[in-house]
Protein backbone atom coordinates (compact mmCIF):
# COMPACT_ATOMS: atom_id res chain seq x y z
CA UNK A 1 0.00 0.00 0.00
CA UNK A 2 1.00 3.52 0.09
CA UNK A 3 1.61 4.33 -3.53
CA UNK A 4 1.73 7.86 -4.82
CA UNK A 5 1.67 8.53 -8.45
CA UNK A 6 2.75 11.60 -10.39
CA UNK A 7 1.16 12.56 -14.05
CA UNK A 8 3.38 13.77 -16.50
CA UNK A 9 6.47 11.86 -15.89
CA UNK A 10 8.49 13.86 -17.89
CA UNK A 11 7.43 16.94 -19.67
CA UNK A 12 8.60 19.96 -22.15
CA UNK A 13 7.05 23.41 -22.46
CA UNK A 14 7.58 26.22 -23.93
CA UNK A 15 9.13 29.67 -22.14
CA UNK A 16 6.13 32.20 -21.11
CA UNK A 17 3.73 28.95 -21.20
CA UNK A 18 2.33 27.00 -17.85
CA UNK A 19 2.36 23.57 -17.15
CA UNK A 20 0.36 21.41 -14.26
CA UNK A 21 2.02 18.50 -12.50
CA UNK A 22 -0.21 16.02 -10.83
CA UNK A 23 0.10 14.37 -7.64
CA UNK A 24 -2.31 11.59 -6.66
CA UNK A 25 -2.19 8.91 -3.40
CA UNK A 26 -3.58 5.95 -4.88
CA UNK A 27 -4.81 3.84 -1.70
CA UNK A 28 -4.57 6.23 1.29
CA UNK A 29 -5.92 9.93 1.86
CA UNK A 30 -2.96 12.37 2.44
CA UNK A 31 -4.46 15.48 4.42
CA UNK A 32 -0.97 16.74 3.65
CA UNK A 33 1.34 16.50 0.78
CA UNK A 34 4.77 18.17 -0.18
CA UNK A 35 6.20 19.82 -3.37
CA UNK A 36 9.61 19.43 -3.51
CA UNK A 37 12.89 20.29 -6.37
CA UNK A 38 15.70 18.81 -6.77
CA UNK A 39 18.60 19.30 -9.25
CA UNK A 40 21.11 17.43 -10.97
CA UNK A 41 23.19 15.22 -8.48
CA UNK A 42 21.69 17.15 -5.69
CA UNK A 43 19.57 16.47 -2.61
CA UNK A 44 15.66 17.35 -2.21
CA UNK A 45 14.92 20.88 -1.57
CA UNK A 46 11.57 21.28 -0.08
CA UNK A 47 9.28 24.18 -1.99
CA UNK A 48 6.07 23.68 0.09
CA UNK A 49 3.50 22.23 1.91
CA UNK A 50 -0.10 21.46 1.16
CA UNK A 51 -2.92 20.71 3.14
CA UNK A 52 -6.78 19.48 1.79
CA UNK A 53 -8.60 22.48 1.27
CA UNK A 54 -6.50 25.20 2.37
CA UNK A 55 -3.56 27.27 1.06
CA UNK A 56 -0.20 25.55 0.28
CA UNK A 57 2.55 26.82 2.98
CA UNK A 58 5.92 27.63 0.82
CA UNK A 59 9.07 27.87 1.90
CA UNK A 60 11.41 31.11 1.92
CA UNK A 61 12.51 31.95 -1.15
CA UNK A 62 9.53 30.27 -3.20
CA UNK A 63 7.39 32.16 -5.49
CA UNK A 64 4.13 31.64 -5.01
CA UNK A 65 2.49 33.29 -7.85
CA UNK A 66 5.04 31.30 -9.76
CA UNK A 67 4.19 28.01 -8.33
CA UNK A 68 0.68 27.27 -7.82
CA UNK A 69 0.06 24.66 -5.58
CA UNK A 70 -3.79 23.34 -5.10
CA UNK A 71 -5.07 20.45 -2.59
CA UNK A 72 -8.94 19.91 -4.21
CA UNK A 73 -9.14 16.75 -2.66
CA UNK A 74 -7.79 14.07 -0.04
CA UNK A 75 -5.54 12.49 -2.76
CA UNK A 76 -4.83 14.93 -5.42
CA UNK A 77 -2.57 17.65 -5.34
CA UNK A 78 -1.31 20.20 -8.30
CA UNK A 79 1.54 22.67 -8.98
CA UNK A 80 0.90 24.56 -11.85
CA UNK A 81 4.66 26.09 -13.14
CA UNK A 82 3.43 29.68 -14.34
CA UNK A 83 4.78 31.82 -16.81
CA UNK A 84 7.96 28.72 -17.17
CA UNK A 85 11.14 29.99 -17.75
CA UNK A 86 14.50 27.54 -18.61
CA UNK A 87 15.91 28.77 -15.43
CA UNK A 88 12.41 26.56 -13.89
CA UNK A 89 13.65 22.71 -15.76
CA UNK A 90 14.30 20.66 -12.46
CA UNK A 91 12.84 17.77 -11.38
CA UNK A 92 9.62 18.40 -9.47
CA UNK A 93 8.87 15.83 -6.65
CA UNK A 94 5.81 15.19 -4.66
CA UNK A 95 5.19 13.37 -1.45
CA UNK A 96 2.06 12.62 0.57
CA UNK A 97 1.35 11.52 4.25
CA UNK A 98 -1.65 10.75 6.37
CA UNK A 99 -3.01 12.52 9.21
CA UNK A 100 -1.53 11.23 12.24
CA UNK A 101 1.69 10.09 10.81
CA UNK A 102 3.09 13.18 8.94
CA UNK A 103 6.72 12.09 9.39
CA UNK A 104 6.27 9.18 7.36
CA UNK A 105 6.15 10.75 4.08
CA UNK A 106 5.42 8.83 0.83
CA UNK A 107 7.15 10.10 -2.50
CA UNK A 108 5.63 9.78 -6.28
CA UNK A 109 7.96 9.14 -8.90
CA UNK A 110 8.90 12.56 -9.91
CA UNK A 111 8.30 15.11 -12.97
CA UNK A 112 10.99 15.76 -15.23
CA UNK A 113 10.15 19.37 -16.33
CA UNK A 114 12.68 21.33 -19.20
CA UNK A 115 11.55 24.20 -20.61
CA UNK A 116 12.92 25.23 -23.79
CA UNK B 1 17.91 25.12 13.21
CA UNK B 2 18.37 21.15 12.88
CA UNK B 3 21.34 20.21 10.21
CA UNK B 4 21.79 17.15 8.52
CA UNK B 5 25.40 15.94 7.00
CA UNK B 6 26.74 13.71 5.10
CA UNK B 7 30.56 13.60 4.34
CA UNK B 8 31.00 11.06 1.79
CA UNK B 9 29.65 12.38 -1.36
CA UNK B 10 30.74 9.39 -3.13
CA UNK B 11 31.80 5.49 -2.42
CA UNK B 12 32.25 2.38 -4.46
CA UNK B 13 32.54 -0.56 -3.05
CA UNK B 14 32.59 -4.62 -4.64
CA UNK B 15 29.73 -7.07 -5.18
CA UNK B 16 28.94 -8.54 -1.84
CA UNK B 17 31.13 -6.49 0.61
CA UNK B 18 30.14 -4.49 3.19
CA UNK B 19 30.00 -0.68 2.68
CA UNK B 20 28.58 1.88 5.93
CA UNK B 21 27.11 5.59 4.78
CA UNK B 22 27.86 8.20 7.23
CA UNK B 23 25.22 10.59 8.63
CA UNK B 24 26.18 13.11 11.34
CA UNK B 25 23.18 15.39 12.60
CA UNK B 26 22.35 18.56 14.78
CA UNK B 27 19.19 19.61 16.88
CA UNK B 28 18.42 20.56 20.56
CA UNK B 29 15.50 18.65 20.53
CA UNK B 30 14.91 14.98 22.06
CA UNK B 31 11.88 13.48 19.96
CA UNK B 32 12.74 13.24 16.17
CA UNK B 33 12.81 10.39 13.53
CA UNK B 34 15.76 9.39 11.31
CA UNK B 35 15.66 7.73 7.80
CA UNK B 36 17.80 6.76 5.27
CA UNK B 37 16.50 7.07 1.70
CA UNK B 38 18.02 5.22 -1.33
CA UNK B 39 16.96 6.65 -4.92
CA UNK B 40 18.31 4.41 -7.55
CA UNK B 41 18.86 5.87 -10.94
CA UNK B 42 14.68 5.64 -11.66
CA UNK B 43 14.84 8.70 -9.34
CA UNK B 44 11.94 6.99 -7.58
CA UNK B 45 12.44 7.68 -3.59
CA UNK B 46 12.60 4.92 -1.34
CA UNK B 47 12.45 4.91 2.05
CA UNK B 48 15.46 2.13 3.41
CA UNK B 49 15.10 2.22 7.22
CA UNK B 50 13.63 4.33 9.62
CA UNK B 51 14.70 4.92 13.52
CA UNK B 52 13.03 6.31 16.29
CA UNK B 53 14.95 8.60 18.91
CA UNK B 54 13.40 7.41 21.95
CA UNK B 55 14.09 3.85 20.96
CA UNK B 56 17.96 2.59 21.53
CA UNK B 57 17.73 -0.21 19.59
CA UNK B 58 19.37 0.05 16.10
CA UNK B 59 16.92 -0.43 13.34
CA UNK B 60 17.14 -3.29 10.83
CA UNK B 61 15.87 -3.96 7.07
CA UNK B 62 17.28 -7.47 5.82
CA UNK B 63 20.74 -6.65 4.70
CA UNK B 64 20.28 -3.18 6.34
CA UNK B 65 21.05 -1.93 9.80
CA UNK B 66 22.05 1.40 11.48
CA UNK B 67 24.48 2.35 14.26
CA UNK B 68 22.41 4.66 15.96
CA UNK B 69 24.70 7.05 18.36
CA UNK B 70 22.02 9.24 19.78
CA UNK B 71 24.74 11.16 22.11
CA UNK B 72 27.41 11.33 19.09
CA UNK B 73 24.23 12.66 16.92
CA UNK B 74 25.52 10.37 14.33
CA UNK B 75 23.32 7.61 12.40
CA UNK B 76 25.21 5.72 10.07
CA UNK B 77 23.76 3.03 7.49
CA UNK B 78 25.32 -0.77 7.13
CA UNK B 79 24.68 -2.33 3.53
CA UNK B 80 25.79 -5.99 3.94
CA UNK B 81 26.57 -8.39 1.21
CA UNK B 82 26.17 -5.22 -1.23
CA UNK B 83 24.08 -5.92 -4.61
CA UNK B 84 24.24 -4.52 -7.79
CA UNK B 85 20.83 -3.42 -7.11
CA UNK B 86 21.68 -1.05 -4.06
CA UNK B 87 23.73 1.06 -6.49
CA UNK B 88 22.09 4.55 -5.81
CA UNK B 89 22.15 8.03 -3.97
CA UNK B 90 21.27 7.19 -0.11
CA UNK B 91 19.88 10.31 1.65
CA UNK B 92 19.69 10.67 5.46
CA UNK B 93 16.99 12.54 6.17
CA UNK B 94 15.88 13.99 9.99
CA UNK B 95 12.16 15.02 10.72
CA UNK B 96 11.23 16.51 14.26
CA UNK B 97 8.43 14.46 15.92
CA UNK B 98 5.82 17.38 15.96
CA UNK B 99 7.03 18.67 12.32
CA UNK B 100 6.72 17.34 9.40
CA UNK B 101 9.40 19.27 7.25
CA UNK B 102 12.05 16.42 5.98
CA UNK B 103 15.31 17.42 6.05
CA UNK B 104 17.67 15.60 3.71
CA UNK B 105 21.39 15.37 3.73
CA UNK B 106 23.36 16.16 0.56
CA UNK B 107 23.43 12.70 -0.13
CA UNK B 108 25.96 9.45 -0.88
CA UNK B 109 26.65 8.45 -4.73
CA UNK B 110 27.09 4.61 -4.29
CA UNK B 111 28.34 2.32 -6.64
CA UNK B 112 28.17 -1.12 -6.32
CA UNK B 113 31.08 -2.92 -8.26
CA UNK B 114 30.79 -6.27 -10.60
Known amino acids: GAVVSQHPSWVICKSGTSVKIECRSLDFQATTMFWYRQFPKQSLMLMATSNEGSKATYEQGVEKDKFLINHASLTLSTLTVTSAHPEDSSFYICSAARDTLLYEQYFGPGTRLTVT | AQTVTQSQPEMSVQEAETVTLSCTYDTSENNYYLFWYKQPPSRQMILVIRQEAYKQQNATENRFSVNFQKAAKSFSLKISDSQLGDTAMYFC???????????FGKGTRLHILP
Open chain 2, 93 to 103: AFVLHRDDKII
